[in-house]
């Protein structure tokens, strides 16, 4: 089982920035890739953002610019940057992991991120 604990969302204002971290725990080996992906109210949830363990990284065509991806130096976390916040970014934050020795994936249970002046 993996464990995944999302913080770092809030209300921000437009143009500004916020920085979400995710801390996976529980039994992890081999590689894996985590992941962002966000949920606006009424709509499906969509991709962000995923990076492996190598620091290879892949960004939804509607996300690039404004998002960074990173692994952190604490093992198994990973940050989402994002910038120029705009209304429209205003969804809920899931973390996501995927192993790719046991193919499992796990959720983390969200943040919310509200971009109102």
């Known amino acids: 089982q993996v464990q995944l604990v999302e913080s770092g969302g809030g209300l921000a204002q437009p143009g500004g920035s916020l920085r979400l971290s995710c801390a996976a725990s529980g039994t992890i080996f081999g590689s894996n890739i985590m992941g962002w992906f966000r949920q606006a109210p009424g709509k499906q949830r969509e991709l962000v953002a995923t990076i492996t363990t190598g620091g290879s990284t892949n960004y939804a065509d509607s996300m690039k610019g404004r998002f960074t991806i990173s692994r952190d130096n604490a093992p198994n976390t990973v940050a989402l940057q994002i910038n120029s916040l705009k209304p429209e970014d205003t969804a809920v934050y899931y973390c996501?992991?995927?192993?790719?020795?046991?193919?499992?994936?796990?959720w983390g249970r969200g943040t919310q991120v509200t971009v109102s002046s």
């Open positions: 996501n992991f995927r192993s790719l020795i046991t193919a499992r994936i796990y």
